[in-house]
């Protein structure tokens, strides 16, 4: 009997505070009772009949009318300003905390080498945080999307369990409204995304490798061991006996080299040293006091050169000679790109520089796939909010990911235009996303 005087007795005082201009954030709390300790007594019956009773009370308020509800469309109230806020915090803090835990993932997986590197004492500080933030936007490109539908299904499953967007189409709110704040933060997540997609990453790239080279040629021991055979650089096999301590000189150097034509040629020298070219991103190794062995195959000769300096530019794209190296696409500016793809006549090449250029504008516009996929997700109610909403999220990117590898095949191969094979993934996610929020608008619950 208590429970049911609580029960009149609340109801009462809702009538009494509510108002004509009255905010749904009555129905945030008192549609969550059910949560609270206050009537720990009622039954489930007696709880939707105070539910009841406050629904009733709002419309009453508002002059006595109920917004009409349609088959496709909820009722439309226009949801207040502090409720778009509420929703833009709930969707932040996921949004950073997935930011920062990807980002330092992402960056640890890069940086291990360069690390090692600066504790030896051959990098500097500036070549550290130079390549920490050259690196950053390689990666972020691909995190902040992630994030940002990590983020959305985390704050919208936390509120359908909580009965807080029950709550919200009780009070004539419909998805549209809800869907505000979520476009608004997917705006500022694309602006920032097409940066950096169009100035940042290329820049990135470009000087993660420069730095990279710039280290890499004062420290023989980054490249090689001794002992041991290294054949990172295409066409060469590199053997070193020794390395020095105190200069990183290399000692007792065998070297096996396959020229363009085919053609092998055996180096032996009894000291070298590598040295950087940063200027095209290529390593040269100065060998001392050696001695090349050459055999032609047209014609059989047998060719001995000694040498007291002889100096050979290699780099990891297996690029040698004093040639400017070609940049691949991604070490590429748009301009450049753009640049690169009028030159270059209908080919394979020309079709992965489309491929890469059409990439760029794909990738920020996923996010907007995923606000519209996320909300309706996010709207089934489930019991573990939090973890359901990064399962759900896990299983998009994974799917985002398996269609950009075919849409890239069919692009590569011929079979589709390589700008439309790059939105391929967006407009599918995006088609899903339009058939689950049409069924969230008419509040059909899907597994």
């Known amino acids: 009997m208590s429970g049911t005087n609580n029960l009149l007795a609340m109801s009462r005082k809702i009538q009494h505070n509510l108002s004509v201009s009255a905010e749904p954030l009555y ?39 109920r917004l009409p509800t349609f088959n496709l469309y909820s009722n439309i109230i226009p949801m207040p300003r502090i409720l778009t806020s509420y929703i833009l915090r709930e969707i932040a803090v996921p949004f950073a905390l997935g930011i920062a835990v990807l980002t330092i993932t992402a960056l640890l997986n890069k940086i291990v080498k360069l690390l090692e590197l600066f504790f030896s004492g051959y990098a500097e500080l500036r070549h550290l945080l130079l390549f920490i933030a050259a690196a950053m936007p390689t990666f972020l490109i691909y995190v902040i999307p992630a994030a940002f539908l990590a983020a959305t299904l985390i704050a919208v499953t936390r509120m359908s369990s909580d009965s807080e967007m029950t709550a919200l189409r009780a009070g004539g709110i419909s998805l549209y409204p809800v869907m505000k704040p979520v476009l608004i933060f997917a705006s500022a997540a694309f602006a920032i995304t097409l940066f950096m ?67 092998q040629t055996l180096i032996t020298a009894e000291r070298g040293e ?16 050696g001695e090349a062995h050459k055999k032609t195959g047209k014609d059989g000769v047998y060719h001995l050169m000694s040498f007291s300096s002889y100096t050979l530019e290699l780099d990891l794209e297996g690029n040698a000679g004093n040639q400017e190296r070609v940049r691949p696409p991604r070490e590429l500016y748009t301009n450049e790109l753009l ?109």
Request: glycine share 8%; hydrophobic share 45%; net charge positive.
């Open 27 to 65: 129905l945030l709390y008192y549609c969550n009772i059910k949560e609270s300790t206050l009537f720990p007594d009622l039954t489930d019956e007696q709880l939707d009949i105070f539910k009841d009773a406050v629904i009733t009370s709002f419309h009453k308020l508002n002059h006595g009318y």
């Open 197 to 263: 997609t169009l100035f940042l990453y290329p820049w990135g790239n470009r000087t993660v490798k420069e730095v990279f080279y710039e280290v890499a040629g004062k420290s023989a021991s980054s490249l090689v061991e001794e002992n041991t055979f290294y054949n990172r650089f295409k066409g060469v096999i590199f053997y070193a006996e020794g390395i020095s301590q105190a200069d990183g000189s290399l000692k007792g150097i065998l070297m096996s080299r396959r020229d363009e034509k085919g053609e």
């Open 274 to 289: 590598f040295l950087s070219r940063r200027e095209n991103t290529a390593i040269a190794i100065r060998l001392e006091n």
């Open 339 to 447: 640049k690169r793809i009028k030159e270059t006549g209908p080919s394979r090449e020309k079709r992965l520089l489309l491929l890469d250029f059409g990439r760029r504008l794909a990738i920020p516009f996923s996010v907007f796939a995923f606000a519209l996929i996320a909300v309706p997700l996010g709207m089934q109610r489930v019991r573990q909010a939090r973890f359901a909403g990064i399962g759900i999220a896990i299983a998009i990117l994974t799917l985002y990911y398996i269609l950009s590898k075919g849409f890239d095949v069919a692009a590569e191969t011929g079979f589709l235009n390589p700008i439309a094979a790059s939105f391929g993934p967006f407009l599918a996610i995006s088609a899903i996303g339009a058939f689950l929020f049409r069924m969230a608008l008419k509040e059909k619950h899907f597994s």
